[in-house]
T-cell receptor
Framework: QKEVEQDPGPLSVPEGAIVSLNCTYS??????FMWYRQYSRKGPELLMY????GNKEDGRFTAQVDKSSKYISLFIRDSQPSDSATYLC??????????????FGQGTILTVHP | DTEVTQTPKHLVMGMTNKKSLKCEQH?????MYWYKQKAKKPPELMFV???????INESVPSRFSPECPNSSLLNLHLHALQPEDSALYLC????????????????FGQGTRLTVV
């Protein structure tokens, strides 16, 4: 079983839709959670960073963490064609064999069509 | 300046060639990373440098040889690569190692797209 599971999609939505992207994890040592956006043939760009259960909002993006369920989400409101990219969740463990290393999910390919 | 610059953007090399990938950052970051990313896969960690010293080698074959000549530069020397080594090679940097300050942010470069023929 992978430490981080993320549905690769692809996910296709109309412009203006609310998008929900999700990751589950099995390692209880994961304490820090990130969402990266990666455009085709580009490097990943950090979108959101959170380390506590609950919601964190930044503009159209909301990151949600539920440590009791080992589940994180990224919501995109009023999605735009420019949001079309691959979204990668990433996690940092506070101990154990993955200590100090970013562990990525597989990435979800999102297309927002006009 | 929050930029990590990688050169070249594209590289095609034969299996007997020797080439180098370069990465540069001027954010004063003391941790630098090499990742390999195959198509439709997440980045995989290869090497981590902290204060110009190799901190982590994820059991990478010796045909990949990293070098950190100073705090701003990171190189990846390539020799006798195989076609399966074709991938996007990403450099990243962070203020310090994640294990030193967990809420430190990693900045990625645009990558070098390597094709081995």
């Amino acid at each position: 079983q992978k430490e981080v599971e993320q549905d690769p999609g692809p996910l296709s939505v109309p412009e203006g839709a609310i998008v929900s992207l999700n990751c589950t994890y099995s390692n209880s040592a994961f304490q820090y959670f990130m969402w990266y956006r990666q455009y085709s043939r580009k490097g990943p760009e950090l979108l959101m960073y959170t380390y506590s259960s609950g919601n964190k909002e930044d503009g159209r993006f909301t990151a949600q963490v539920d440590k009791s369920s080992k589940y994180i989400s990224l919501f995109i409101r009023d999605s735009q064609p420019s949001d079309s990219a691959t979204y990668l969740c990433a996690m940092l463990a506070a101990g154990g064999t993955s200590y100090g290393k970013l562990t990525f999910g597989q990435g979800t390919i999102l297309t927002v069509h006009p | 300046d929050t930029e990590v610059t990688q050169t070249p953007k594209h590289l095609v090399m034969g299996m007997t060639n020797k080439k180098s990938l370069k990465c540069e950052q001027h954010m004063g970051h003391r941790a630098m990373y090499w990742y390999k990313q195959k198509a439709k896969k997440p980045p995989e960690l290869m090497f981590v440098y902290s204060y110009e010293k190799l901190s982590i080698n994820e059991s990478v074959p010796s045909r990949f040889s990293p070098e950190c000549p100073n705090s701003s530069l990171l190189n990846l020397h390539l020799h006798a690569l195989q076609p399966e080594d074709s991938a996007l090679y990403l450099c990243a940097s962070s203020q310090v190692l994640f294990r030193d300050i967990m809420n430190t942010e990693a900045f990625f470069g645009q990558g070098t797209r390597l094709t081995v023929v």
